[in-house]
């Protein structure tokens, strides 16, 4: 069974930075390809970043590239998202996403397991 949670949004000023958490209460937690998406009300869920099963390999979304990393803990159950110098265009709220597959996808559809979404703000 995959329960996903996360946590760590909040509000932050333009330039902030936070630490996005999503845990799995489950026992499978090293086999789950894992994703972070966002969302705003009217807008489809965006991509913004993925990690395979080890951690060796990381993808992007173009608007977070070079800004955002995304990291796991298997140890912990726990992938991060760790967000520098935030702008007002990335208020959202943020999902993660686990799937039982080999290669994670920049696909909404994609995902079996999501969590209930945590808000991120960014101010002027």
């Known amino acids: 069974q995959v329960h996903l949670q996360e946590s760590g949004g909040g509000l932050v000023q333009t330039g902030g930075s936070l630490r996005l958490s999503c845990t799995d209460s489950g026992r499978t937690f090293d086999s789950l390809v894992m994703g972070w998406f966002r969302q705003v009300p009217g807008m489809e869920r965006e991509f913004v970043a993925s990690i395979t099963f080890t951690g060796a390999y990381t993808d992007y979304g173009d608007s977070v590239k070079g800004r955002f990393i995304i990291s796991r803990d298997n140890s912990m159950n726990t992938v991060y998202l760790q967000m520098n110098n935030l702008i007002p265009e990335d208020t959202a709220v943020y999902y993660c996403?686990?799937?039982?597959?080999?290669?994670?996808?920049?696909?909404?559809?994609?995902?079996?397991?999501w969590g209930q979404g945590t808000q991120v703000t960014v101010s002027d």
């Open positions: 996403a686990g799937d039982r597959t080999l290669i994670p996808s920049r696909n909404a559809g994609y995902y079996d397991y």
